[in-house]
């Protein structure tokens, strides 16, 4: 697995620690010979797949929807930050992906 810390600020001004996971690839176990990748960050109750037709395009696509999920908290008012460096938000929209 996978995993990154950071800071997450909600809209209404609170701070919470969040951790990013991405686990390895494993079998489809819905499809033939696909495979996929969990995606999660349970402060935020984000848990998905991404799927792929083999473990290098499941891991590579679980990149694109980890940015579109936090894209989308974005939108919605909250800010991501390094830990330690809560003067910088960074923008998954431009700057990370």
Known sequence: MITSQYVAKHPDGNYIDITI?????EPDPEMGG???????????EIEQY??????????????????LKLVE????GWQFYFPGYLDQPLDFNQDFF
């Open 21 to 25: 996971e991405i686990a390895l690839p």
């Open 34 to 44: 696909d495979s996929r990748c969990k995606v999660s960050i349970a402060a935020l």
């Open 50 to 67: 991404s799927f792929g037709v083999d473990d290098i395009q499941a891991y590579c696509l679980s990149s694109k929807l980890l940015q």
């Open 73 to 76: 908290k974005q939108n919605q």
